[in-house]
């Protein structure tokens, strides 16, 4: 390609740069893509570090390209007369972008007589189509995930019931408590998880909701563990639901269905499918077996989130498996969770992560599925 | 102030929106303020769970508004056609947005015909003063940094010293086990950090290198520690210089410019001082001590980085006390850290939190300044 691809982040939270670096850095820097030759304009503090780490044609030191600047006249030059200055040599004129580059510094640039355009994701068309590298990294992400979940697994299984309760050594079993032992043993394997969901009963009607307080017996409690690797930076992505004590026949009938819908999806997923045909297809099985999505006494319930999404450097990147139209491509990882919500009966989620084959699709998750934990 | 402002962003990544709603989410959605009036847009996903949990005065279903877009002719309406069916009631033309607002979107916006006026950090001016809330939760984190740091300190001072390598209980003391530990030390405290800087020797000349390996003895080690509350999501940010031996002279006259230099910071930094000053302060007190700054033999040397910067719900924020003007007002608070690093030395820093005062500045860091651990 013979454009010239510019982005301007902090690589620490801006997954294409470090994607096409390699290199962490908690303040924005600059990356330059002229006829495929990648170079990075650094600061003083991260000149040396980026030259030693980064997968990177050339490093440049940004103080040398503002002194430069200085030099033709520019009073107090910025970050773009730097990147303007490093342009000069190259007679280029239009510039490609990510869709989130920073409006203010594409408004400096415009100002600078460049034609800036922002792309849609995937900015790198490479970073949808995992690598065997990439996968054998999201693959160790899940093994720890999944030993995170046996843990947790483990704990609800053992407590006891008193009345409602779940009580365990004696005192009452919370999510946070659960949530506290789920990240420390995470983080002894490298992975850095925030915000799992450890939530029971009504509270996992709200599917991002966290969970709080004591968890509750016979009632649904839903999983979803979604860590980042320390070492790779890669994420994985799981959900369970687990009942300590007897599900109601309704929790078992959605518990039945959603794991119905995940087979669907396994069935479908293969390259060139529309992620929005597998996703009315849960959607229409689960209006067959008699569960209804919609607004009903002002709450949205049913299955009211997409059916997945990508995984990588991101714990949501596309593509989509919803009603948005995405079409699959062989090596893309996705999760499949399918979920049931209905106040009165709780949350039910199950969610694996696939990568799409050339044939079909193949799971990446090896965790059971088991609702009644005795 | 009658301006509208706009943000669209995952208000997990953007502080900015965290701030205004204290709601947090992995996806983006929509905050718009008219005349003072809060409000964000949602999708069936986060409505239910915004309603209850962010503290702005409406939340209103992104599905609602992009049905009615769909009644006015609109194909296939965007997130952008809901911001504008969102406007339609309020005449607006004109929409304040911060400087990192996502390119695409803006463009997108201008297409329908507003004026997007990116401003520069600070979005919202209260950000960069903290309330006593926030000084409390800034110092609650930093009370955690000072307990991890303690158990770092409290294994080099154990360490023995086999040749010139650091060994504890009879294996060799690495910067990745003291890191391991220090990341579970902290989120036993509900404190996340990560890439936190340990680093002996050449290894620190480069500020931003984390540190691997085994350490050695009498050579000084950097520990810069910066953790984020899971609790309350303000970080804190601290550094101390080491040496497990006897630190060369050179170190000790290095460790003293340096406390010196922290020193001529306390005692300037005042309401009104420009952040500026007190950085050129500490460079020429360098530089009378003898501590030149500068490419050497291809590195650069001495004291390259800023002296400090504001810390909240973001690790670096406004202000800066660099070589940026920036003046600093009663409430900011900023780090005060300066360093210096030198090939064949290795590299000191010390780091201190303050809040600025309407008479001078408080430490906000208990910890001890200690270079010699017996």
Chains 1, 2 share one sequence.
Not at 289 to 298: A, D, I, N, S
């Amino acid at each position: 390609m013979n454009e010239t691809r510019l982005i301007i982040a902090a690589s620490e939270t801006d997954a294409n740069l470090y994607y096409a670096t390699r290199f962490l850095a908690p303040d924005p820097f600059v990356y330059l893509e002229i006829n495929g030759r990648k170079r990075l304009l650094m600061s003083d503090l991260e000149v040396d570090r980026a030259t030693s780490q980064a997968t990177v044609d050339e490093v440049v030191s940004i103080t040398h390209l503002l002194t430069a600047a200085r030099r033709r006249g520019v009073a107090n030059p910025t970050m773009v007369d730097a990147v303007d200055e490093a342009l000069k040599p190259h007679r280029v004129t239009r510039l490609v972008v990510p869709g989130t580059f920073p409006l203010m510094l594409a408004d400096d640039l415009r100002r600078h007589g460049y034609e800036v355009a922002p792309t849609a994701e995937p900015f790198f068309e490479s970073r949808v189509l995992k690598s065997e590298q990439e996968i054998a990294a999201i693959t160790a992400t899940q093994r720890a995930t999944e030993a995170g979940t046996q843990v947790l697994v483990n704990m609800i299984r053992e407590a006891e019931i008193r009345g409602d309760e779940l009580w365990l050594r004696g005192r009452p079993l919370t999510s946070e408590v659960l949530r506290k032992l789920l990240h420390l043993t995470l983080l002894g394997m490298e992975c850095i998880a925030q915000r799992s969901i450890i939530a029971g009963g009504e509270q996992a009607c709200d599917p991002h909701q966290i969970g709080t307080g004591v968890l509750k017996a016979h009632q649904p409690i839903v999983l979803d563990i979604f860590p980042q690797s320390a070492a790779t930076r890669y994420f994985a992505d799981m959900s369970r639901t687990v009942v300590k004590g007897r599900p109601s026949p309704r929790v078992q009938k959605m518990y039945a269905a959603v794991r119905q819908g995940q087979e669907i999806a396994f069935r479908m997923l293969k390259p060139g499918v529309n992620g929005r045909d597998v996703h009315q297809a849960i959607l229409d099985s689960f209006e067959q077996e008699g569960f209804k999505t919609g607004e009903f006494g002002g709450r949205m319930q049913g299955f009211f989130h997409g059916t997945g999404h990508g995984v990588g450097l991101e714990i949501h990147e596309p593509p989509r498996v919803s009603a948005t139209s995405d079409v699959l491509q062989t090596g893309m990882v996705v999760t499949v969770e399918p979920g049931l919500y209905y106040l009165g009966a709780g949350g039910v989620r199950l969610e694996d992560m696939v990568v799409i084959t050339e044939t079909g699709c193949r799971n990446l998750t090896t965790f059971p599925k088991v609702l009644e934990l005795d």
